[in-house]
């Protein structure tokens, strides 16, 4: 069991680091937010399993309130660049 | 036995999510991107959560789990929707291959509405007239009665 923990770990910081270089890379400002709603994904994922790894199930608790924020900023910024705001990619 | 189930369905999470990060890095633009993140990650999510409460096996955490599961399921559509029509909008540029966009000259620029190009008599007329050239809506309407 530890060790599939420990892989299911690793696997998921792979696929942070992975998402991380689209989130530098991304050549336009909606790429970014796409990948950073990804990333918010990965730490929701990454949540669940702490919870198993550590056997606290309060962790579910703040896996939800993850995911809402993590709601709330997309919608944030595609109305941000739907209005047409001032912006640098 | 219950910890084969979770070991099975942690390992299948991570992978749908690294398949996710690997699309949304080798993809080639916005939307196809979008395709890949929105459901790869969903999925993962909702296995993840699927493994936790399979481990706690408590009535509250399940219902815990639950309530995140239904819950990206009904905010990640609408958050890549919203994502999507901004990119629209901003004018992302779209892959190379791309076969057709059905919304070309569809949008008010100003008012951001979406119209069909059907609106007025004439355009109606004009489409009824080539009805093999653009298959794209109904033309008869639908009678309240049958």
Redesign the interface.
């Given at each position: 069991?530890q060790f599939?923990?420990y892989?299911?770990f690793a696997?998921?910081s792979?696929?942070?680091i992975?998402?991380f270089?689209?989130l530098i890379m991304g050549p336009?400002?909606?790429?970014r937010?796409?990948?950073l709603?990804?990333l918010a994904?990965?730490i929701?994922?990454m949540i669940?399993?702490y919870?198993?790894y550590t056997?606290t199930?309060s962790f579910?608790?703040v896996?939800?309130v993850a995911?809402?924020t993590a709601?709330l900023a997309?919608?944030g910024?595609?109305?941000f660049?739907?209005r047409?705001g001032p912006r640098d990619d | 036995m219950i910890d084969w189930i979770i070991k099975f369905l942690m390992l299948t999470s991570s992978i749908f999510i690294l398949l996710a990060a690997v699309g949304i890095l080798r993809l080639p633009d916005l939307l196809t991107r979008m395709h890949a993140s929105t459901k790869a990650g969903a999925l993962g999510i909702t296995l993840m959560m699927l493994a936790a409460s399979f481990h706690f096996f408590e009535t509250v955490v399940m219902a815990k789990s639950l309530a995140v599961i239904i819950f990206i399921l009904i905010t990640a559509p609408v958050a890549a929707h919203a994502i999507g029509r901004a990119g629209y909008f901003v004018g992302v540029p779209v892959w190379t291959k791309t076969v057709k966009d059905e919304l070309i000259n569809c949008y008010d620029p100003k008012s951001h509405r979406l119209m069909s190009g059907l609106e007025t008599e004439e355009e109606l007329e004009i489409y009824r007239q080539n009805l093999d050239f653009k298959p794209r809506i109904r033309v008869k309407r639908r009678e309240p009665g049958d």
């Open positions: 069991m599939v923990i892989l299911t696997i998921l792979l696929s942070m992975v998402i270089v689209r336009t400002l909606p790429d937010v796409v990948a709603e990804l994904s990965v929701v994922a669940g399993a919870a198993i056997d199930s579910i608790d896996a939800i995911a809402l709601f997309a919608i910024f595609a109305r660049l739907e047409g | -």
